[in-house]
């Protein structure tokens, strides 16, 4: 059997986080329908929203499986998790408006696979394997559905492979421009890294939920501010510009929390100027 | 308890019934594969209808591949940076990944000159980067950090027969990259980049055929989509292979002299069957539903 390292003492149990994230991703997922209801793309930042909240659940899940030692390190966790995650995703798209709840169902059925498989026949015997990875697999594909809804407005596979470009007016039809070819890999590598650096920051005698949980969605937002940049390729400039607004207002307020949390929970800290002040010459 | 006392869970046993369950799991992920190939030729009808069970096998060979060629490479982890355990300092999953990407890039490039020149190419590239990496790794063990080679797990060298003891220091597993640590991980780095472009190859081939008739589009605008999708489930495949190595080997091993590699037949069926699950979901994104 292994050893459990750390224990989560105090703090909100790990079901709230999950239920809290779960809901709150798929809600936020499906407010970028707005999309075609109102035949605009201005709700694409749902899809932001959509990937801090996944984050923020996922990063709690990677402290639950990485508390036991795995002896592989904590990015291998980010890594499966959105390795399976692609995966799901990406087929769940051709399911249309049930896009979420389909990467949902099958990313579960990915992640219940995958654990089976390394807890029996890696023997890898740790009680929270099974849930953790099926969570995580959950986790990397809604938070990919998510960025592609933050950068094309659409979370279907015809809006993640069709792309146009506007030319003085014309409206290209441009494969080439789209989520899938530009968008999905950059997507991969910016979900995976923000998953995994919260725990790995934070992980230690002094871990505390909440500066971990605020640095999760302090990744989150600052991952959103890229996703949101590269948005102004694939959807209107007037609801790119929504997003990155938004995400820098998150990440801005977020950063600031983060600081002072940091603040609050090391024994001591100096405001080490990066140009010192010379006084007196 | 510390982390370092707490020693990786999964013992050098095998499990098995869960062998046999992976085993028939691989066998009815197959079964569904087998069911589901004819249908593919809605989009694609001029494909042998096998065609798509075919891809699932190579994607299946791609991921055993890989799953297996990840016990040659020396991963030493955190006590490697330190100079206390041989390896390259580094997690399993990243260099896996590191090694595996790049024979994928090296074997996307020569995709278009057919199946053995692609897969040799990718090998060829998986393992000149951790060769590279390997001797990198010794440069700055032996002359930046001062540490000769030598290994904690064997006497002698196995291939070049030179002792161990004298040269390890006491209180550590040894330090550096053997000789047999160098092989192994360029062993590694061929069977994973052969591994990954295999995956990609089978993918590619099989979007080319049939996503031009899905999306109503020439073939010509479906290539970079197909390219980009082959691309990310190589990926994809790659990174949960490599993971689930990393759970099998729990933290270092050596190369292959060391006693975790022995551990591989768990490591053959673990990727079996998680790149036929991946991979069949993989092939049903061109299956009409």
């Known amino acids: 059997m292994s050893v459990k390292v750390e224990v989560i003492e105090g703090g909100v149990p790990h079901n709230n986080i999950l239920a809290a994230g779960l809901v709150s991703t798929l809600v936020c997922l499906y407010l970028t329908y707005l999309n075609v209801l109102t035949s605009t793309q201005m709700f694409s930042f749902f899809g932001g929203l959509a990937v801090v909240a996944a984050l923020v659940w996922g990063s709690h899940t990677i402290k639950v499986l990485c508390s036991y030692g795995i002896g592989t390190g904590v990015p291998s966790a980010g890594m499966i998790a959105f390795g399976s995650g692609v995966i799901a995703m990406l087929l769940a798209t051709k399911f249309g408006m049930l896009a979420p709840v389909v990467a949902l169902v099958l990313a579960v059925v990915i992640g219940l696979i995958l654990g089976y498989v390394s807890n029996n026949i890696l023997n890898m015997k740790i009680p929270a394997m099974v849930q953790a990875l099926t969570e995580m697999a959950v986790v990397g594909a809604l938070s990919l559905m998510g960025f592609a809804a933050l950068m094309t407005g659409s979370f279907t596979f015809a809006g993640l492979t069709n792309g146009s470009t506007s030319v003085m007016g014309m409206i290209l039809a441009n494969h080439e421009m789209s989520f899938m070819v530009g968008g999905l890999a950059v997507a991969f590598l910016l979900g995976a890294l923000a998953i995994q650096h919260p725990f790995n920051a934070t992980l230690g005698p002094g871990w505390k939920q909440d500066r971990m949980l605020m640095l999760a969605a302090e990744c989150g937002f600052l991952s959103m501010v890229v996703a949101a940049i590269m948005s102004f390729a694939l959807i209107s400039t007037g609801s790119a510009l929504i997003s990155l607004i938004i995400a820098i207002i998150g990440w801005a307020y977020t950063y600031q929390q983060y600081m002072e949390l940091s603040k609050r929970d090391a024994a001591a800290w100096l405001n080490a100027k990066p140009i010192p002040d010379v006084e007196g010459h | ?289």
């Not at chain 2, 096998?57 to 355990?85: D, E, S």
Request: glycine share 16%.
């Open chain 2, 1 to 289: 308890m510390s982390a370092v006392a707490a020693k990786p869970a999964a013992g050098g046993a095998m499990n098995p019934t869960a062998m046999a369950v992976g085993i028939v799991m691989l066998l009815i992920l197959v079964g569904i594969g087998y069911m589901v190939s004819p249908m593919v030729l809605t989009y694609a009808p001029a494909i042998s209808p096998t065609f798509a069970l075919m891809a699932l096998l190579g994607v299946i060979i791609g991921g055993v591949l890989i799953g297996f060629g990840t016990h040659f490479v020396p991963v030493g982890g955190a006590p490697a940076a330190m100079g206390q355990a041989p390896g390259i300092a580094t997690g399993v999953a990243m260099l896996a990944a590191g090694a595996g990407l790049a024979g994928l890039f090296g074997g996307a490039w020569a995709a278009e000159l057919g199946m053995v020149i692609a897969v040799v190419t990718g090998g060829v590239g998986g393992g000149l980067m951790m060769a590279i990496t390997c001797m990198m790794v010794n440069f700055v063990y032996v002359f930046g950090m001062g540490i000769p080679s030598a290994s904690g797990k064997v006497a002698n060298d196995p291939i070049t027969g030179d002792s161990q003891a004298e040269y390890k220091s006491q209180g550590t597993e040894g330090h550096g990259l053997p000789f047999i640590s160098f092989v192994g991980g360029v062993i590694g780095g061929i069977l994973g980049g052969a591994g990954g472009t295999l995956i990609y190859l089978e993918l590619l081939s099989l979007y080319e055929e049939t996503l031009p008739g899905m999306m109503q589009i020439t073939p010509a605008q479906a290539m970079p989509i197909a390219v980009s999708a082959a691309g990310m489930f190589a990926v994809g495949l790659f990174l949960v292979n490599a993971v689930l190595t990393a759970y099998n080997i729990t933290g270092t091993i050596e190369g292959p002299h060391d006693p975790k590699f022995k551990r591989w037949p768990r490591a053959i069926v673990a990727s079996a069957v998680a790149s036929a699950l991946c991979g069949l979901v993989a092939i049903l994104i061109v299956v009409p539903l």
